[in-house]
Structure formats: structure tokens, C-alpha cells
């Protein structure tokens, strides 16, 4: 069964300076991995995702991850965080080509920003 | 750009009683799918429904859950007996096709009291 695991619950980073945040996945063949985000009463909103080539991705608002299937990792990344980037942030991993849609989320990683 | 509209943001509703959650997905997505989130815990897959059939379903979805696209737009859930447990942000979300990316409504946060 595929699975994510996201070990930092919460992560304070002050504006400006650069972010990494970890993902790691369980999964038997190459998974197709996204970042989502969700701020406060908001839905999932779409930062990233890596279904097949480039290993470094690219999303929206500066976002990238990078895909290293020897270590069943996709952190994602931000060179310069900004006060409004702080939200929640899930990784989440589906079946890859034929196996399905459904998404398997990790628990989440909370980020502060600190002015 | 289109979005998935869930109805209502907030649901109160008493132990026993049954409720329908509503969505509706992007008009030309072909997959939909219902997810949970208990507060302070990860979000996790409900049940998937496509070609007006549940394609995929978890075991979190039992008999007192089920899946409706009445007509061509609306996509709903219906908890029938509802339980203090089934407190949650419950999200919809829909795909054009396979192997693409799921695009998720605001959520509804029902309440079970």
C-alpha cells in the first residue's frame, strides 16, 4: 500500500530565508507525487507535481521539488519565504500510470513565518 | 479559472440525523472523488466515482455512506445516520481523466453534535 510520510509537524522559518520541506513516500512502482497547500479555512490548493521526467519540478508562487527516487523523496523548496506562505502543507502520492487517482496524503507540515 | 464549489461551508447537524453534502465539480472534469479530514489529522481518501459508479472506495466508507451525481452538474455525499466521529472537513475534488491532477473544493466542515 503506497504511503507518505512527512516528519516535521511544524516548521518556523523566519521571512527571507530559504525552506525545505520533507516528504518521503512508500510506493512499489514510480509514484506520481504533488505538494498541495491550504491556508487557514481554505481548501487544497495545487503548489507542484511529478508524474514523469525533469526530476526537479516547478509550481506556482516559487514552490519547486525535487524527485530522487533512491532515497523515495520529494522535498519541496523555497529559496525566499514570505509572511503569506504560511499554511500547511501536504504531500500526497497516487497510483502512478494505471493505478488509480486516489491520492494518499502525508500528516502535514505546519510552517510559521516569523516578520 | 473554473473551480470545484462545495455547499455548505458549515453543516450543524445532531447525531442521528442524515446529511447531504454537496459539489460541484468543473464542468468537463470526468472523475470525482470525496476526501476527510478530522481535525488535526491527515486527509484521507473517501471513495472515487466515475461513469456514474463508485470506482474506488476506502473502508472508511461504509453502508451509512453514499455517492450521488443526480444530474449533470451536483456530486454528492449523503451520510445517513450521522456520528459524533463524522465530524470532519470533508472535500470534494474532481479530475479530467486519469493520471492528471485532482483539483479540490473549499470543503465543508460538518459537525456532528
Known amino acids: 500500500a503506497q504511503s507518505v510520510t512527512q516528519p516535521d509537524i511544524h516548521i518556523t522559518v523566519s521571512e527571507g530565508a530559504s525552506l525545505e520541506l520533507r516528504c518521503n513516500y512508500s510506493?512499489?512502482?514510480?509514484?506520481?507525487l504533488f505538494w498541495y497547500v491550504q491556508s487557514p479555512g481554505q481548501g487544497l490548493q495545487l503548489l507542484l507535481k511529478y508524474f514523469s521526467g525533469d526530476t526537479l519540478v516547478q509550481g506556482i508562487k516559487g514552490f519547486e521539488a525535487e524527485f530522487k527516487r533512491s532515497q523515495s523523496s520529494f522535498n519541496l523548496r523555497k529559496p525566499s519565504v514570505h509572511w503569506s506562505d504560511a499554511a500547511e502543507y501536504f504531500c500526497?502520492?497516487?497510483?502512478?500510470?494505471?493505478?488509480?487517482?486516489?491520492?494518499?496524503f502525508g500528516t502535514g507540515t505546519q510552517l510559521k513565518v516569523e516578520l | 479559472e473554473p473551480e470545484v464549489t462545495q455547499t455548505p461551508s458549515h453543516q450543524v447537524t445532531q447525531m442521528g440525523q442524515e446529511v447531504i453534502l454537496r459539489c460541484v465539480p468543473i464542468s468537463n472534469h470526468l472523475y470525482f472523488y470525496w476526501y476527510r479530514q478530522i481535525l488535526g489529522q491527515k486527509v484521507e481518501f473517501l471513495v472515487s466515482?466515475?461513469?456514474?459508479?463508485?470506482?474506488?472506495k476506502s473502508e472508511i466508507f461504509d453502508d451509512q455512506f453514499s455517492v450521488e451525481r443526480p444530474d449533470g452538474s451536483n456530486f454528492t455525499l449523503k451520510i445517513r445516520s450521522t456520528k459524533l466521529e463524522d465530524s470532519a472537513m470533508y472535500f470534494c475534488a474532481s479530475t479530467w481523466v486519469l493520471d492528471t491532477e485532482a483539483f479540490f473544493g473549499q470543503g465543508t466542515r460538518l459537525t456532528v453534535v
Open positions: 500526497a502520492v497516487s497510483g502512478g500510470t494505471g493505478g488509480g487517482n486516489k491520492l494518499t
Open positions: 510506493y512499489g512502482a514510480t509514484p506520481y
Open positions: 466515482f466515475y461513469n456514474n459508479e463508485i470506482s474506488e
